[in-house]
Every structure is written in structure tokens, then in C-alpha cells.
């Protein structure tokens, strides 16, 4: 089992980047899909992107061509790199991985991950 923290979040105004940081405080994310989510107050979490442990990555289309996600050569941290942010980015920002491996339809579904970040929040201002 691995425990997930986040890093990166803070307010930026619109066009502009954060990266996030997903840390393992375990062992390296060699058998996890990692991905991430995000809640705006008021709404549920939704998905924005994921790594599965095979290195494939699938994007909500809202962040695609805006945000990409990698892991570390190390395999302890996942990254989500924002650009050219919109103020509907902003949000709560959640790390959450699980021991295997989904597809691009099943990687969406946070029913598949059992361990979760406490989250990190981004603002994006107009």
C-alpha cells in the first residue's frame, strides 16, 4: 500500500502553469495506475488524467493538449504538468492510484482507486 501526497497547488491567473507533484511516501508506483482527479466546490470529482503502470496516460478531454501527466524515473512521484490554464481549472486536485491496470474507459472511474491524496488546491483567476 502506498500513502499519496500532493504538492504544487496555488493561484495563477488564466494562460499561465502549475505542476503538481504526486509523492509515494511507500514504495515506487511500479504496480499502480496513478491518475488524478479534481472537485470544484459544489461538484463531484471528476476525472482529469491517469498512468497506468504500463506508462499509458489518458486525458479527460477538457485538459487534453493542456496538461500532461508522467511519472519520475524513480517511479515515487507522478507529475501533472498544467498549461494555459482556464478558470474552470480551478479546483481541488486529488492523487489517487490502485494496484493494476485499467483502459482508457476504466482508468475514468474513481470506484477503481483505493488509495487517495489529501489534494491540493488551484486557482486559476480571470
Known amino acids: 500500500q502506498v500513502q499519496l501526497t500532493e504538492s504544487g497547488g496555488g493561484l495563477v491567473q488564466a494562460g499561465g502553469s502549475l505542476n503538481l507533484s504526486c509523492a509515494s511516501s511507500g514504495r515506487a508506483f511500479s504496480r499502480n495506475t496513478v491518475a488524478w482527479f479534481r472537485q470544484a466546490p459544489g461538484k463531484e470529482r471528476i476525472f482529469v488524467a491517469s498512468i497506468t503502470r504500463g506508462a499509458y496516460t489518458f486525458y479527460a478531454d477538457s485538459v487534453k493538449g493542456r496538461f500532461t501527466i508522467s511519472r519520475e524515473n524513480a517511479g515515487k512521484t507522478v507529475y501533472l504538468e498544467m498549461n494555459n490554464l482556464k478558470p474552470e481549472d480551478t479546483a481541488d486536485y486529488y492523487c489517487?492510484?490502485?494496484?493494476?491496470?485499467?483502459?482508457?474507459?476504466?482508468?475514468?472511474?474513481?470506484?477503481?482507486?483505493?488509495?487517495w491524496g489529501q489534494g491540493t488546491q488551484v486557482t486559476v483567476s480571470s
Open positions: 489517487a492510484a490502485f494496484d493494476g491496470t485499467c483502459t482508457n474507459i476504466s482508468c475514468r472511474d474513481r470506484r477503481l482507486y483505493n488509495t
